[in-house]
């Protein structure tokens, strides 16, 4: 009789159970670092530039997919799009990359903008923006935020440059691209502006965003909760554990509920 061994190639051992959980978190972590590289990455709301449309606290997801890589070698294969005005992009400060920027697109490569009393003009033509919130009625007509580019005349106004350091350093920003009334975006460059146009550092004051800085286009609020405007400056190891303590104990008081899983648009 011939007795049969458990222990032959027909029966090869099991994995051990530690190595199988090993296994499974690996393969989670990999495919977690390939979707945040490539496909989808979540950022936070930290300032109220672009209310009432996204709100401190909004928390998002990014579709880091959806323009490809300016140059990739995938780009010719896959249905890739363009950024698009009116395109809420999320895109790396070119003054600072360690700082990610949410803004709407405003101005594409080409497009001549000018804003007079608050009103957008691309390509010679009134552009009615539905998504802009004023929170300062009335009080239009400022330098810069209202009114854009500058002319020399403006300019000279202001003559002490410390009082009016943003507005000097634009002008000379903007002097090369400037043709007759209008600021020409230049190619590989987009004009970008927060929709709280009254409270918004964005192209206006520092420039044009490169293609290359562009990480992707915001596309749904996953969660969002109720947070301080000024939140974000305060990032001592106290007052990140206060706000971590906040979520803890107020998570269903003060989480918008009626923003869970809106579209950005």
């Known amino acids: 009789m011939e007795t049969v061994n458990s222990n032959n190639a027909d029966h090869p051992p099991r994995q051990s159970t530690l190595r199988e959980y090993f296994e499974s978190f690996v393969v989670t972590i990999v495919l977690a670092l390939f979707g945040t590289t490539f496909v989808v990455q979540a950022f936070k709301i930290p300032t109220p530039s672009m209310e009432d449309n996204l709100l401190v606290g909004d928390h998002l997801l990014v ?87 500058l002319s020399e005349e403006q300019i000279n106004r202001f003559a002490d440059y410390n009082q009016a350091r943003d507005i000097h350093l634009a002008y000379r920003y903007f002097k ?22 009254d409270n918004s550092a964005d192209s206006r004051y520092w420039g044009f965003v490169p293609r290359k800085n562009i990480v992707g286009r915001a596309f749904i609020i996953y969660w969002s909760f109720e947070t301080g405007p000024r939140q974000h400056l305060d990032e001592s190891l106290s007052d990140r554990t206060g706000r971590f303590a906040d979520v803890l104990m107020n998570f269903f008081r003060k989480t918008r509920w009626n923003r869970t899983f809106k579209l950005v648009g």
């Open 176 to 197: 090369d691209f400037t043709d007759g009334r209008d600021v020409v975006v230049p190619p590989g460059r987009y004009f970008a502006m927060g929709d709280n146009r």
């Open 63 to 149: 579709n880091k997919f959806v323009y490809g890589h300016p140059g990739g070698w995938l780009k010719p294969l896959l249905p890739f799009q363009q950024v698009k005005h009116g395109d809420v992009i999320v895109f790396r400060y070119p003054e600072d990359p360690s700082k990610h920027y949410v803004k709407r697109a405003i101005g594409l490569p080409g497009d001549r903008i000018r804003m007079e009393n608050q009103r957008l003009y691309r390509n010679g033509k009134h552009v009615a923006e539905a998504y802009v919130f004023h929170k300062r009625p009335g009080r239009n007509d400022v330098e810069i935020r209202d009114t854009f580019p």
